[in-house]
């Protein structure tokens, strides 16, 4: 009976998992393994050749992400909005300027890429002028306020990604240091 409080011997004891892993048979393992590796492959493959399944699988992965969201924030209090960054009263010309000049100063990786890109500096500079119009009542720019806005007044549809990254730059571009920073 003293065994059974002995600390020498609780620590000889197996969890359920090292338990099961012990007791698994090796080769059927080894069979799992390479089933779900095919099974990767073939997935792999078949996202790279059909755009629809892909989109498919995005659209299913949104969807699962949206829900453990929601689930995590039962019993949670809601979040206040972000509030706008504050941005300066620059036409787009200004803008667009502003960015080529702080970019031409910049010697990170990120600016020599950016300066070899005119058409994504305009989109930029487009994107500063619509969510600076868009947070004037006050609250941060939704994507898809700055998505519909992009549709209507330039043509161009973006996806939520490209939306979410223009406007993530906007706001960094308004930070301190940046070019678009109000002070």
Known sequence: MAAENDPDTDSLRLTA???????????SRADREERN????????????SDPAYAERLRNEDRLRQR????????GQPEREPDPPVPLPALSTTDALR??????????TPQA???R????????????????????????????GA?????ATKLGLTLTPSQIQKLRDQVEGFARP?????VG
């Not at 998992?17 to 080769?27: C, G, I, V």
């Not at 590796?37 to 790279?48: G, K, L, M």
């Not at 240091?177 to 920073?181: D, L, V």
């Open 146 to 150: 700055l998505a519909a806005a992009f």
């Open 98 to 107: 502003r960015l080529e000049a702080h970019l031409e100063e910049a010697a």
């Open 177 to 181: 240091g940046g070019p678009w920073h």
């Open 67 to 74: 829900r453990h969201r929601a689930k995590a924030a039962i």
């Open 116 to 143: 070899r890109r005119p058409e994504a500096l305009r989109r930029y500079a487009a994107a500063f002028e619509l969510y600076r119009a868009l947070s004037v009542r006050g609250e941060r720019p939704t994507r």
């Open 17 to 27: 998992e090292e338990l099961a892993f012990l007791l698994s048979d090796p080769q």
């Open 37 to 48: 590796a095919r099974a990767n492959r073939n997935r792999t493959e078949r996202r790279r």
């Open 112 to 114: 020599a890429q950016l």
